[in-house]
């Protein structure tokens, strides 16, 4: 875990490894981030390569997203199609959060391994020093089809919270 007053090898690696992150899920524009209140977790693979990024961030509110029905016909493989092909809405009614997900990403070869899940896992048991978060108390920054589908397994719910919309800090 890289924190805000660590040396600043550490912060310019965050950095970089930020940017790579962004270019990967297609932000043209890095957005400001607060980095003062940011925890990066890292998953470092046995040969030393960063192969999992978890940006996190204090955030107030969050809001749930609304499931929309699937075909009740579909296959597990036509639902994945579904998901990744349409919009997703929440709701306009803020509700309190504690840790918001800015940035999740996992290297493409070596995904659905877990390890987005042991990062957040560990993102929970460290956060706030002492405590443990819940489930309902993350919520997850504008997230892609990757990211809803890995949340609504994660959670237990296609219901979890969302926030931020593009930067524009949630002002629906
Ligand atoms: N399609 C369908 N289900 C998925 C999924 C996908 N692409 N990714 C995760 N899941 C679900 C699965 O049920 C999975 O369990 P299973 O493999 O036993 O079926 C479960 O979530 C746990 O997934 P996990 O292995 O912990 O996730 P991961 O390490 O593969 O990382 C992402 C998930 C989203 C971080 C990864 O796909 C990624 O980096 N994508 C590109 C960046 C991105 O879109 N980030 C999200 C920003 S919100």
Redesign the pocket.
Known sequence: MVLPDDPKYALKKVEEIREM?DN??GFQQAPLMCYSRTKTLLFISNDKKVI?C?IAEHIQWGYRVIEEKVPEISSENEK?IF??QKAWCCSTSPEPAICG?S??????M???????????ECLRSNFIYGSYLSKEEIA???????????????CGTGQFLVYNFLNGQSRL
């Not at 940035?103 to 493409?108: A, C, L, M, T, Y």
């Not at 070596?110 to 957040?120: L, Q, V």
């Not at 997850?140 to 994660?154: E, H, I, R």
């Open positions: 992150v990967d899920l999992g978890l994945v998901e990744r997900i940035r999740i990403w996992v290297f493409s070596m995904r659905r391994k877990k390890i987005a899940s042991r990062m957040i997850f920054s504008d997230p892609t089809p990757d990211g809803k589908l890995f949340a609504t397994q994660y």
